[in-house]
């Protein structure tokens, strides 16, 4: 069985649901919170693709995994960023990179919230398995696999200045022009290495 491993980084602040619910927890904010994070995922996505970080398309079962980083450390409910999570699923349906995020064809490996009070961002992890339709385990997350350089255990090889451009495009995506002037200064010197906490 062939295990292909890969990785995006979302480079910006994760949204929970309270932040954009009013009291009501009206269905209309969660599914406004849900499309911001899908546009935002696709522009990441394209830019994984192009520069052969991603395949056009998924051939096997597809598991996901969320690392959410954020600025402070308090607590939170792992909850509130289903939305989040469900929006970035949702952009690799959209591009028909998978057939639909059902239980047919995906499963959700859950999310771990941590903190990193210089570098905010979601780090998804996606495992594709070939062939099969059996369950990825959150255990297979991280060792040696299909993967282009052995050292680094995942598909995905970040760089500075994959982050520094995707960081601008979703800045951008969100109507942050300021942010994504100033995010290779804030971004470039920190990213040599992956976190696995």
């Known amino acids: 069985m062939q295990v ?12 929970s649901i309270n932040q ?11 599914v406004i919170l849900k499309h911001k994070w899908q546009r935002l995922a696709k522009l990441i996505i394209d830019c994984a693709i192009i520069d ?7 051939h096997g079962r597809v598991a996901f995994f969320f690392k959410i980083y954020f600025e402070t450390d308090r607590q939170r409910d792992g909850d509130n960023y289903e939305a989040m999570c469900k929006g970035i699923i949702d952009a690799f349906v959209n591009k028909q990179m998978i057939k639909d995020d059902n239980s047919d064809y995906v499963d959700d490996d859950g999310r771990r919230l941590r903190v990193d009070q210089e570098r905010p961002r979601i780090e998804v992890y996606i ?13 297979e997350y991280g060792g040696q696999g299909n993967n282009k ?24 995506a969100l109507g942050d022009n300021n942010a994504s002037q100033s995010i290779a200064s804030s971004q470039a010197n920190d990213y040599g290495h992956l976190a696995d906490q």
């Open 4 to 15: 292909n491993k890969y990785k995006i980084t979302v480079p910006v602040s994760p949204d």
């Open 149 to 172: 350089l052995p050292s680094t255990g995942i598909g995905h090889v970040e760089r500075p200045d994959d982050e520094i451009r995707t960081g601008a495009l979703a800045h951008e």
């Open 20 to 30: 954009a619910i009013t009291y009501g927890k009206f269905e209309r904010d969660i």
């Open 52 to 58: 052969g970080d991603l395949p056009a398309k998924f």
């Open 127 to 139: 495992k594709e398995k070939i062939p099969g339709n059996s369950l990825v385990s959150i255990q």
